[in-house]
T-cell receptor
Framework: SAVISQKPSRDICQRGTSLTIQCQVD?????MFWYRQQPGQSLTLIAT?????????ESGFVIDKFPISRPNLTFSTLTVSNMSPEDSSIYLC????????????????FGAGSRLTVL | AQSVAQPEDQVNVAEGNPLTVKCTYS??????LFWYVQYPNRGLQFLLK??????LVKGSYGFEAEFNKSQTSFHLKKPSALVSDSALYFC????????????FGKGTSLLVTP
């Protein structure tokens, strides 16, 4: 399975600032996903990031707040904009290994996550 | 719409005893079902999945899960718990017709005591 590196692993941010999280994969993948895990909560899908097209956002998440870039098949960034304490979460990047055409039974592989604390 | 329910926030079990972590699901079609484990300060690790076929699925670290279509359940089990199994466990579902993203349950914290 793919190996995913996320940066930063953790950060403490001030209210009103923005932070960009990087996700680097050791192999080319078509689909990348960004999840949020709020304290004591489950994982919630923010958006699907496909190379060469706009990210697809889930209900409750908007591009102005969580802009995503996907410049190539091994890299993506998620920016958390104009942060508030409610944005304090773990943000996880995940991928379906391989390029398009894989089975829906494919496993999602996750990065270790980026823990953001907003003061 | 698809959803997953993990009815227990926490499961406590003594080392050496069998453990069960419960999961029920709701999807419009036939599901793909997954279990992941999250250790403190680490990402999610895949344990096992059900795709089709045998209802008893075996996975990593001695874990297994039983798919029960009539009860729409996919409970995680292990015959003999280890202290090192203490972690947060997530059940997840993917509808075969709705893409590749997973829908996760809220997680169950497993505590195995010596």
């Amino acid at each position: 399975s793919a190996v995913i590196s996320q940066k930063p692993s953790r950060d403490i941010c001030q209210r009103g600032t923005s932070l960009t999280i990087q996700c680097q994969v050791d192999s080319q993948v078509t689909m990348m996903f960004w999840y949020r895990q709020q304290p004591g909560q489950s994982l919630t899908l923010i958006a699907t990031a496909n190379q060469g097209s706009e990210a697809t956002y889930e209900s409750g998440f908007v591009i102005d707040k969580f802009p995503i870039s996907r410049p190539n098949l091994t890299f993506s960034t998620l920016t958390v904009s104009n942060m508030s304490p409610e944005d304090s979460s773990i943000y996880l990047c995940s991928v379906v290994s391989g390029l398009a055409g894989g089975s829906g039974a494919n496993v999602l592989t996750f990065g270790a996550g980026s823990r953001l604390t907003v003061l | 719409a698809q959803s997953v329910a993990q009815p227990e926030d926490q499961v406590n079990v003594a080392e050496g005893n069998p453990l069960t972590v419960k999961c029920t699901y709701s999807v419009s079609g036939n599901p793909y079902l997954f279990w992941y484990v999250q250790y403190p300060n680490r990402g999610l690790q895949f344990l096992l999945k059900y795709i089709t076929g045998d209802n008893l699925v075996k996975g990593s670290y001695g874990f297994e899960a039983e798919f029960n279509k009539s009860q729409t359940s996919f409970h995680l089990k292990k015959p003999s718990a280890l202290v090192s199994d203490s972690a947060l466990y997530f059940c997840a579902v993917r509808d075969r017709n709705s893409g590749y993203a997973l829908n996760f349950g809220k997680g169950t914290s497993l505590l195995v005591t010596p």
